[in-house]
C-alpha cells in the first residue's frame, strides 16, 4: 500500500481522487503548449476551428444563393442520388 509523506497510508479513495487529478492535470493548455510538437499540433487545431466557421456560414449563403438563382425545373442533387458513391467509399475507407 502507498502511503503520505507523513507516513500514513494512503486509502483507495485517496488514491483514486490522486490519480484523478494527475490525469486532469495532463489535459491542461499548460501541459499541452509544453512540448513543442504539441504547441504544433494545436496551433493547427485552433486554425482549423478558426477557418471553419466563415467557411461554413459562406457555403451556407453562396447554396441559399444557387437555389434561389437557379433555372426553372432544375433540382439540385439530393444525398441519395450519392448513394453509391458514399456506399464505394465506405467500401475503400474500410480497407
Known sequence: MEA???GNPVTPK??????????ASKFTVKAIIAEPIQLVFFIFLVFIILILVPFTYVSYYYIKKSMAEAPPGYDFPK???FRASIVVACVFASL
Open 4 to 6: 503520505h509523506k507523513n
Open 14 to 23: 485517496e488514491s483514486t481522487a490522486n490519480e484523478k487529478e494527475s490525469a
Open 79 to 81: 444525398v441519395s442520388d
